[in-house]
T-cell receptor
Framework: SQQGEEDPQALSIQEGENATMNCSYK?????LQWYRQNSGRGLVHLIL?????REKHSGRLRVTLDTSKKSSSLLITASRAADTASYFC????????????FGSGTQLTVLP | EAGVAQSPRYKIIEKRQSVAFWCNPI?????LYWYQQILGQGPKLLIQ????????DSQLPKDRFSAERLKGVDSTLKIQPAKLEDSAVYLC????????????FGPGTRLLVL
């Protein structure tokens, strides 16, 4: 079964609002990453947070990691219509052969 | 720098036929991955290569799927014979050996098996 599970499965917001997506995982991780996938396209790496980090920022993105709860959240501030995409968390679990295990994704729709 | 290239972008076949997908990773990327992404799900790793050697193919249905990376550069994934449940997007990704944590994905090949 897939390592990470995103919540919610779908999210619809107005342009300018913030969007928060959550990811839960099951076993110890080395790091957790977030990817974006526009419709019909490949995935694009957004941000990586290591197991010893609690928060990380990149532009309008903010990622938090709580290893005690085995969960992470991705916050997109001041959303734009161009942020409409599917967002996936992916974990590299401890002891893996440099592999990503993806969750099922959150479909974000930003309405203009 | 050029990204990961995949071809074809779309393929429609009938069940029991065979199909092949091609991937050319970013130049210098030693690690290459093939993923299967079924509609509404996240990508699932099928096989991982390091140069021309297989690191992990534990989730590859070996009775019908095969993959090779003969010269350690481009790679081919084949399905023979295809089943209806193979309908999916097949994604190729690559990464640097030294910076393996970030994978770069190609646009994918969308396969429909009728």
């Amino acid at each position: 079964s897939q390592q990470g599970e995103e919540d919610p499965q779908a999210l619809s917001i107005q342009e300018g609002e913030n969007a928060t997506m959550n990811c839960s995982y099951k076993t110890s991780i080395n790091n957790l990453q977030w990817y974006r996938q526009n419709s019909g396209r490949g995935l694009v790496h957004l941000i990586l947070i290591r197991s010893n980090e609690r928060e990380k920022h990149s532009g309008r993105l903010r990622v938090t990691l709580d290893t005690s709860k085995k969960s992470s959240s991705l916050l997109i501030t001041a959303s734009r219509a161009a942020d409409t995409a599917s967002y996936f968390c992916a974990t590299v679990y401890s002891g893996s052969a440099r592999q990503l295990t993806f969750g099922s994704g959150t479909q974000l729709t930003v309405l203009p | 720098e050029a990204g990961v290239a995949q071809s074809p972008r779309y393929k429609i076949i009938e069940k029991r036929q065979s199909v092949a997908f091609w991937c050319n990773p970013i130049s210098g990327h030693a690690t290459l991955y093939w993923y299967q992404q079924i509609l509404g799900q996240g990508p699932k790793l099928l096989i991982q290569f390091q140069n021309n050697g297989v690191v992990d193919d534990s989730q590859l249905p070996k009775d019908r799927f095969s993959a090779e990376r003969l010269k350690g550069v481009d790679s081919t994934l084949k399905i023979q014979p295809a089943k209806l449940e193979d309908s999916a997007v097949y994604l190729c990704a690559s990464s640097l050996a030294a910076r393996w944590e970030t994978q770069y994905f190609g646009p994918g090949t969308r396969l429909l098996v009728l």
